[in-house]
């Protein structure tokens, strides 16, 4: 590879090159990816860009920063477009149209279990059973679960949590579960009967599992079961009832639509889902898109990218519907299309030109494309804004190119956890954030935990032959002079292996009240306080950072607390793992009974001795 700047002569590389399809990738004079592309015969694509001709001033610009270029060969299109799209998401190159959108989407799950239960998942799909999706978000599944309980009694508890009951919980009391984990309150019949019913509601057939509810009334009607009749009377009611509050349905039952608008620089495509015959939620996408790109190639690239980089964990739909406006042009290779398909192995219509309930689907993902963009644009409008203001204020002399802020939490000195938030002049940089579980200091000593934090944080900084990370122009410290103070002491010594200078560090205390607008900025150094206003765009600004730091440590400390409470003092004890542990919440109840139990009950367990029994009995005296 070419690593210094040198003239790359096209016509001895083209010379050599093959007519088979793959995919090629540009170097800049630094050895660094700027654009990735796939070819159907790489010849011929790669020759494109040395016309003596070329009139779009992307490729010409791209043309004169190429020093190398290197081909990989494939079998067939198919197999250039997939290793395309992997070479995109991992160099993520400066000249392609990046989807900014590494999340996988959440499911529902039906498992396989002899008495199913309904979850929420994400990620891999490693459990066996039935998944129904995607939705657009979290909070879809988890207010679809919610809904799913009053209508169906299909257990939704963890399966821990099901082989240690030994009486129903409360979800049996308010009629939300049919409590199959304790023998004697339901029939597997009774309970298959329901997940069946809870699987068709899922796939959109409401119509038919209300009339088999009706045909199941009337039949325990006719047979004097009027209480079994009453349940599937308050079943169907219940169910018609979340058929006139839901206004968006339709007969479509499987189908993506796309919006797409594009100003000032910032692209905005809008994805709707249509699942089960119901819109189940949309999202919008903002994907990285350089210069003098045209529209249609930013719509292609996000098809290719959207529907090809997460073909495992997405379900794919039956049919996709274009933007009007832009659409011809995207559509118009209709080789692309074919390759894409190939790729999916799966048969997709994808259409533009559409009419009645689709068009009116189309409209909406439209509409939403465009207020999605004002939105943007707004939000990237203030943050400017603010970022200027805050420039101003401290007379920083550069532009604020990159913001930090470090936040502790804990209960009372246990699982903290610091927080660090990184802003930009775009806003939250969330791909950057991180935290640090603090361990080895005096339980609430918020010092000591600032400083573990910035030791950790900036630490590889220091070592030359560690990859340059970025330092930020301002350190925010949430907190008074005591925990600037550790920030002090650290950068006193500061010596990056790059040479660049220690941020500027700012302490944020808080005022007595604790009410937003009443915040002190602390300089270090000379600890002088900022005046700012309440209502100054750069006391905004650090208060979003700040409140940002403060919401991203509490929720890693409440996460770490809860996996705490989870895991219960069991797995503290040696000798006893993952297996054990269940057998003895399984054998003896739950942990109140393991931790009342006497060494003989404990030794009873299957594969716990006498002597791990006395080691778990006094490990619970001790405490």
């Excluded at 660090?420 to 918020?446: A, E």
């Amino acid at each position: 590879m070419t690593t210094k700047r040198e003239q790359f002569n096209p016509k001895q590389f083209l010379r050599n090159l093959t007519h088979q399809p793959g995919v090629y990738r540009m170097y800049d004079a630094s050895g660094d990816i700027i654009y990735v592309g796939k070819a159907k015969d790489l010849r011929k694509r790669v020759s494109s860009y040395f016309r003596s001709n070329l009139d779009h001033p992307k490729t010409q610009t791209l043309v004169k920063q190429i020093t190398n270029i290197e081909v990989t060969v494939t079998n067939t299109e198919a197999e250039a477009l997939i290793l395309e799209n992997n070479f995109i998401k991992k160099y993520r190159p400066r000249y392609n149209v990046l989807l900014r959108d590494d999340k996988s989407y959440p499911y529902i799950l039906l498992s396989e279990h002899e008495h199913p239960r309904l979850a929420f998942h994400r990620g891999t799909r490693r459990e066996k059973g039935r998944y129904f999706g995607p939705f657009p978000n979290g909070v879809a599944v988890r207010n679809s679960l919610r809904l799913l309980q009053k209508l169906f009694p299909v257990r939704q508890c963890e399966d821990t949590y099901y082989r240690a009951r030994s009486r129903p919980c409360l979800q049996y009391q308010l009629n939300r579960c049919l409590a199959p984990c304790v023998k004697g309150y339901c029939s597997d019949e009774e309970y298959t009967e329901q997940v069946e019913l809870a699987k068709s509601f899922l796939q959109g057939k409401n119509q038919e599992v209300i009339d088999q509810l009706v045909d199941k009334m009337e039949i325990a009607s006719n047979q004097l079961e009027f209480e079994r009749a009453a349940r599937y009377r308050d079943q169907i009611a219940a169910l018609r009832q979340v058929q006139e509050r839901n206004a968006v349905t339709g007969n479509q039952q499987e189908l993506d639509v796309i919006g797409y608008a594009r100003q000032g620089g910032i692209a905005a495509v809008h994805l709707l889902f249509v699942r089960g015959g119901a819109v189940q939620g949309s999202r919008s996408y903002f994907p990285k898109v350089p210069s003098n790109t045209e529209d249609s190639e930013v719509l292609l690239a996000f098809l290719l990218q959207f529907y090809l980089n997460d073909q495992v964990e997405r379900q794919l739909p039956r049919e996709i519907i274009l933007p009007e406006q832009n659409a011809a042009q995207v559509l118009d290779p209709e080789q692309e299309l074919q390759t894409l398909e190939q790729a999916l192995a799966q048969k997709i219509r994808m259409t533009h030109n559409v009419r009645g309930e689709r068009r009116q689907y189309q409209v909406l993902a439209q509409k939403n494309a465009l207020n999605a963009l004002d939105s943007k644009a707004n939000q990237a409008s203030t943050m400017h804004m603010r970022v200027k203001a805050l420039e101003d204020v401290l007379d920083f002399g550069r532009p604020v190119t990159r913001m930090e802020c470090f936040d502790i939490s804990h209960t009372m000195g246990q699982e903290t956890v610091a927080s660090c938030v990184v802003f930009d002049q775009q806003g939250p940089k969330k791909s950057d954030y991180r935290r640090y579980n603090i361990k080895g200091i005096t339980p609430g000593d918020d010092y000591a935990a600032m400083a573990q934090a910035l030791k950790r944080r900036f630490d590889p900084l220091q070592q030359a032959d560690r990859e340059l990370a970025p330092v930020p122009d301002i350190l925010f410290i949430d907190g008074g002079k005591g925990q600037l103070s550790q920030a002090e002491n650290y950068f006193a010594s500061w010596q990056d292996a790059a040479g660049r200078p220690a941020p500027l560090l700012i302490g944020v205390a808080k005022g007595e009240s604790r009410k937003p607008g009443l915040e002190t900025l602390i300089l270090a150094g000379s600890h002088e306080t900022i005046p700012l206003a309440a209502d100054a765009p750069a006391l905004h600004l650090v208060q979003h950072i700040r409140d940002e730091s403060h919401r991203f440590a509490i929720t890693g400390h409440r996460q770490r607390r809860a996996k705490v409470r989870r895991t219960s003092r069991l797995e503290d004890i040696p000798g006893i793992g993952t297996k054990r542990r269940q057998k003895l919440l399984q054998n003896l109840g739950g942990l109140q009974q393991v931790k009342q139990a006497s060494i003989e009950q404990l030794s009873a367990v299957p594969g716990v001795s006498r002597e791990l029994a006395e080691t778990i009995y006094h490990a619970f005296r001790d405490e």
